[in-house]
């Protein structure tokens, strides 16, 4: 019973180059969850997914970075002209369900992260 | 602006002790608290939460306590074991959202043998 898988765990970027992070939910979850922790911070939500459909994305810097979560395939975090600013601890998350109550189905499996490092 | 505080980035305890990990926070209006443990290089793992409407929640040798007035809460972990160093994560959400947690910036626990 695989959990969150993220790939890669590392990556090294220069500055301006592409990083595409990818994240493959636990089976059966259909909702997927972006977090980025900078150093000596904690995680911050960027953004919240379901099958084709960005639901919020109130976290998510207004330029270069974009999510999707296609139909078929992983949720994918892509960041266009890195910055040395951009180096960080990238999380998903899924869970089986969300809703107004918290329980065991909406709580939110983390992956191993992707380390993103902007050279 | 930091809505979730851990003070202490670190703690040391000696093992069997009690370990006794503090958050604070802002938003009164937060429903739910949680804490996640986190070892290096993997993803922070749940470990108990509790609900605004309670003031206690236990599960083991973790106890999470919530004082609402004081916008406090606290993890205790007795006896404390090695396996427990780790960084600890207090996160709180609301119910429009549960999914979106607002994580404190984490305090280092060192069980010392």
């Known amino acids: 019973n695989a959990g969150v898988m993220q790939n890669p765990r590392h990556l090294v970027r220069r500055r301006g180059q592409e990083a595409r992070l990818r994240c493959s939910p636990m089976k059966g979850h259909s909702h997927v969850y972006w977090y980025r922790q900078l150093p000596e911070e904690g995680l911050k939500f960027m953004v919240y997914l379901q099958k084709e459909n960005i639901i919020d994305e109130s976290g998510m810097p207004k330029e270069r970075f974009s999510a999707e979560f296609p139909k078929e395939g992983p949720s994918i975090l892509r960041i266009q002209q890195v910055v040395r600013g951009d180096s960080a601890a990238y999380f998903c998350?899924?869970?089986?369900?969300?809703?107004?109550?918290?329980?065991?189905?909406?709580?939110?499996?983390f992956g191993q992260g992707t380390r993103l490092t902007v050279v | 602006d930091q809505q979730v505080k851990q003070n202490s980035p670190s703690l040391s305890v000696q093992e069997g002790r009690i370990s006794i990990l503090n958050c604070d926070y802002t938003?009164?209006?937060?429903?739910?608290f949680l804490w996640y443990k986190k070892y290096p290089a993997e993803g922070p793992t749940f470990l108990i939460s509790?609900?605004?409407?309670?003031d206690k929640n236990e599960d083991g040798r973790f106890t999470v306590f919530l004082n609402k007035s004081a916008k406090h809460l606290s993890l205790h972990i007795v006896p404390s074991q090695p396996g427990d160093s780790a960084v600890y994560f207090c996160a709180a959400s609301l119910s429009s959202g549960t999914y979106k947690y607002i994580f404190g910036t984490g305090t280092r626990l060192k069980v010392l043998a």
């Open positions: 938003n009164s209006m937060f429903d739910y």
């Open positions: 509790i609900s605004s409407i309670k």
């Open positions: 998350a899924s869970s089986l369900r969300t809703g107004g109550i918290w329980d065991r189905n909406t709580e939110a499996f």
